[in-house]
């Protein structure tokens, strides 16, 4: 997984960004989950893989609330630039992926990844301002003690060294 975040480079994730197709391009969390899933299916790790295989939880489209974003063997990917709001969120999915559960699963786990921007990340690459960081997460497990029963590792994404996204004009800065 480190191999992975550590190959992409800046000059990816420009090329990505600028030619992006999206009307709404403001920040590079598109660029970047687009390289992370790119890497990691080459890899053979399942894309937007279901937790459950019942039906009533079963994916109807993308982003199902019910589906790891990534899974392999036994370990389960969450890459985190939404809301704020969705770190609990987020923290629970590798655990119903790994704990017996009353609903039928279709994947069992053993451990967790969560790859979140920190606030530095969130600054440069102009995500969202009510984006989860990597320093939220951390606040979040002490409380989370108890629920928290398996092995996650929380990765922080710093920023990139080459460049900024504007803030206002939403181009790419070279520094």
Request: glycine letters at 6%; one cysteine or more; proline letters at 5%.
């Amino acid at each position: 997984m480190q191999d992975t975040l550590d190959s992409i480079t800046d000059e990816e994730l420009i090329f990505y960004y600028n030619n992006s197709t999206k009307s709404s391009k403001k920040s590079i969390s598109d660029a970047i989950n687009f390289l992370i899933n790119e890497k990691l299916c080459k890899l053979g790790w399942s894309p937007q893989s279901p937790i459950f295989n019942d039906l009533d939880y079963k994916p109807n489209g993308k982003g199902s609330r019910w589906t790891l974003d990534f899974a392999k063997d036994t370990i389960s990917v969450e890459v985190a630039f939404n809301h704020g709001e969705a770190v609990a969120w987020n923290l629970i999915k590798p655990v119903l992926a790994s704990e017996l559960n009353h609903v039928e699963k279709a994947i069992q786990t053993k451990a967790g990844v969560i790859i979140t921007a920190t606030k530095s990340m969130k600054k440069a690459g102009n995500l969202d301002g009510a984006a989860g960081t990597y320093e939220k997460y951390l606040r979040y497990l002490n409380p989370f003690r108890n629920i928290l029963t398996v092995p996650l590792v929380i990765i922080g994404l710093e920023p990139p060294e080459s460049f900024i996204i504007n803030k206002k004009t939403k181009e790419v800065e070279l520094l």
